[in-house]
């Protein structure tokens, strides 16, 4: 079974920033796709951004497009979202998220694909 742990969640200003990692239990380069989900509350659980399994790719979703960077490390099992110039908005629970994945050229952001998922970090953006 495989395991992802988020860390890095936090209260932060409007205008700061935070760096959130999961760590995932399995070698992340055995094609491993991994994305970043967030959910406020009263919403649903929204794409942020996501990355292929060598880090080839990437994929930010509109609302955090030029403030979020996802980046992955697979020497270290370790998938990062560095986040930053964040709003009030951006207030949410932050999951990591895992999906089999060889394709290397694209980013897939359909929420039912992703099989594993972490148990969230919170993030609260205070204005």
């Known amino acids: 079974q495989v395991q992802l742990v988020e860390s890095g969640g936090g209260l932060v200003q409007a205008g700061g920033s935070l760096r959130l990692s999961c760590v995932v239990s399995?070698?992340?380069?055995?094609?491993?796709?991994m994305a970043w989900f967030r959910q406020a509350p009263g919403k649903e659980r929204d794409f942020v951004a996501g990355?292929?399994?060598?880090?080839?790719?990437?994929y930010h979703a509109e609302p955090v497009k030029g403030r979020f960077t996802i980046s992955r490390e697979n020497a270290r099992n370790t998938v990062y979202l560095q986040m930053n110039s964040l709003k009030p908005e951006d207030t949410a629970v932050y999951y990591c998220?895992?999906?089999?994945?060889?394709?290397?050229?694209?980013?897939?952001?359909?929420?039912?694909?992703?099989?594993?998922w972490g148990q969230g970090t919170q993030v609260t953006v205070s204005s």
């Open positions: 990355i292929s399994w060598s880090g080839r790719s990437t």
């Open positions: 399995e070698d992340t380069a055995r094609s491993y796709a």
């Open positions: 998220a895992a999906r089999l994945s060889s394709a290397d050229n694209v980013v897939v952001r359909t929420i039912l694909t992703y099989k594993y």
